[in-house]
């Protein structure tokens, strides 16, 4: 049992990893913007803070295991989320990362792809840095796990694959649920085996 740290607990991939969290019996701090919003579960402590309060989010952060950052990258920075996780002095963080800096062949990216939704390319070019800035950062044990092109709510099914840079696609396309993908991280959190990697996940 692990004391996690999970940042933007009540969004679409940070509900399901709280869940997942929770009923595998880690002591969870919930940490939103509204704590209203964060689910109601055993193990789980619900704290108010803004990812861009480096301080206070530092503040939170001391004295547990590991971290889990589940915010928009448009909305957050990683200069200051590093820096907190730096300042809680803890070594492990995860993070929920972005299908578009994925390759769908050598030295193409999804992002660049003919198609790919204008209205999604803010997001997926800030996480593109955001991986960028973490390959830079060799004093903490980080992990970047990307979900497919489609992720989306669904099922809890345990099955799934894992990829290292490229897109993980199936007969009908690129998809992974938020709940199979809370399984993949929660996986990694408690057996680490892409340290200082970035990592996929898909049917």
């Known amino acids: 049992m692990a004391n996690v740290a999970l940042i933007g607990a009540s969004g679409n991939a940070g509900s399901r990893i709280l869940a997942e969290l929770s ?20 193990g789980v402590t619900p704290r108010q803070a803004d990812a861009n309060d480096r301080q206070a989010l530092g503040a939170l952060l001391k004295g547990h295991d590991a971290v889990i950052s589940a915010v928009p990258f448009t909305a957050s920075d990683a200069g200051t989320l590093v820096g907190a996780v730096r300042n809680a002095g803890v070594a492990r963080y995860l993070v929920v990362g972005g299908a578009g800096s ?4 050598p030295g193409e990216k999804v992002i660049d792809q ?14 593109g840095e955001f991986l960028d800035f973490l390959r830079g950062v060799d004093d903490l044990d980080w992990t970047f796990l990307s979900p497919s092109a489609e992720f989306v709510p669904g099922e809890r099914t345990g099955t799934f694959r894992l990829g290292q840079d490229r897109l993980l696609t199936h007969d009908e396309g690129s998809s992974i649920s938020f709940e199979d993908y ?3 991280l929660v996986d990694e959190l408690e057996t680490p085996r892409h340290v200082r990697q970035r990592f996929t996940v898909g049917y």
Do not use: C, N, W
Request: proline share 10%.
């Open 182 to 184: 809370a399984i993949a």
């Open 114 to 127: 003919p198609g790919f939704p204008e209205a999604y390319k803010p997001e997926a070019h800030a996480g």
């Open 23 to 42: 009923d595998r019996g880690h002591q969870v701090t919930a940490i939103a913007r509204h704590t209203d919003k964060i689910a109601s579960l055993p």
């Open 102 to 105: 994925l390759e769908v062949a």
